[in-house]
């Protein structure tokens, strides 16, 4: 057998599905192994360069693979797929995996640190506890619409709408019990958001990263915090414009035969990114329609040409290309700068 310089681990829960290859590309490894097993197996081998998806669990064992000295690349599934053949099997995702990650102009995603990974699970816990905060809510209005009580819109009505329903004999006991156990559970939601936003504050404080990029206009605390762990190796990106087309903000591209045909943006890359940018846009937008005076020129122009919510994406591509600049250089944030437009020397 021939020495392995390159395998690549179709994961699983259980079951990982091993393909490897010499430097003649000569299949020298098919096997399968259970979970306990893949560190040993490993373990026992010569450090060489191991590919996996990037998917669940593949940071966890690219840090496992990595202490024990091999080389780790992580692929995203969209390139694995291009290279499986016909009648798909874990033997056939992993033999496709192999030869994804030796092409030459083949992208692979950064390992993320456990701390990394420890804010992520903070920003997810928040943006669950808010989705389960705006069910209560919505339940609560639409329960207290069928007995005629409306409330207006936002999260601050809710309260007022409670202590009217709690005041009101008409109401049948079993009603008034029953919003009384929703009031109890949005209290503990909100409680719990309080919590977490307190921890990913704190965190974002100390982070000289986030905090930098917290000062652009229509990047806030969470914004900033997803940019700072979902992007931890910036230098993989050539520009500022791949980094926004890797989060989905640039325009499918149509062209053929010399002739330019753009689309709608691609959205592709991480949703979460894509959805924070535009909605931080959107809020820029608002207060320069309120404030022109203060809003930039660029924007201003921008807004005349296209509707709102076309020139929000324009708008979360620019700030996604400084939210980039402001990582690699290291730069603060300041408009206007005349060398550098938008940066000064930090």
Same mark, same amino acid.
């Given at each position: ?32 192994? !259970? ?76 390992? !993320? ?124 990106? !050539? ?108």
């Amino acid at each position: 057998m021939g020495e392995i310089t390159r395998v690549f681990i179709d994961t699983s829960k259980q079951i990982f599905q091993l393909h490897g290859v010499d430097a003649g590309e000569a299949v020298v490894v098919r096997k399968t192994l !259970k979970r306990s097993q893949l560190a040993t197996f490993f373990g026992s081998i010569p450090p060489t360069v191991v590919g996996l998806e990037a998917c669940g669990a593949s940071h966890h064992w690219a840090r496992v693979l990595g202490s024990l000295g091999h080389e780790v690349r992580l692929v995203a599934p969209q390139h694995v797929k291009a290279y499986v053949r016909r009648n798909k099997n874990d033997a056939r995702d992993a033999e496709g995996g192999c030869e994804a990650m030796s092409r030459p102009t083949m992208t692979f995603v950064p390992v !993320k640190t456990v701390e990394d990974q420890a804010v992520l699970m903070l920003v997810s816990l928040r943006d669950r506890l808010v989705r389960q905060r705006t069910q209560v809510t919505n339940a609560i209005r639409g329960h207290a619409s069928e007995f005629g009580l409306v409330a207006p819109t936002g999260l601050d009505k809710i309260d007022d709408l409670l202590a009217r329903i709690a005041c009101d004999e008409t109401l049948p006991i079993l009603a008034r019990e029953l919003f009384a156990i929703e009031a109890q559970g949005l209290a503990q939601l909100q409680a719990r958001l309080k919590q977490v936003d307190t921890k990913l504050m704190a965190w974002h404080r100390a982070d000289e990263t986030s905090r930098r990029l917290a000062q652009v206009p229509g990047i806030g605390p969470i914004g900033a915090t997803l940019l700072r762990v979902k992007t931890p190796a910036p230098e993989v990106f !050539k520009s500022g414009r791949q980094y926004a087309a890797w989060m989905g903000l640039t325009p499918k591209d149509h062209s053929t035969a010399g002739k330019t045909k753009l689309g709608v943006i691609t959205r592709a890359g991480d949703e979460a990114l894509r959805a924070v940018l535009v909605s931080g846009a959107m809020s820029v937008i608002r207060q320069a329609r309120t404030r022109p005076d203060r809003a930039s020129p660029w924007l201003i122009a921008l807004l005349e040409r296209k509707a709102p919510k076309e020139a929000a994406v324009a708008l979360a591509n620019k700030m996604a290309r400084i939210a980039w600049k402001l990582m690699i250089t290291g730069q603060a944030y300041a408009p206007g700068h005349s060398q550098q437009p938008g940066l000064k020397a930090a």
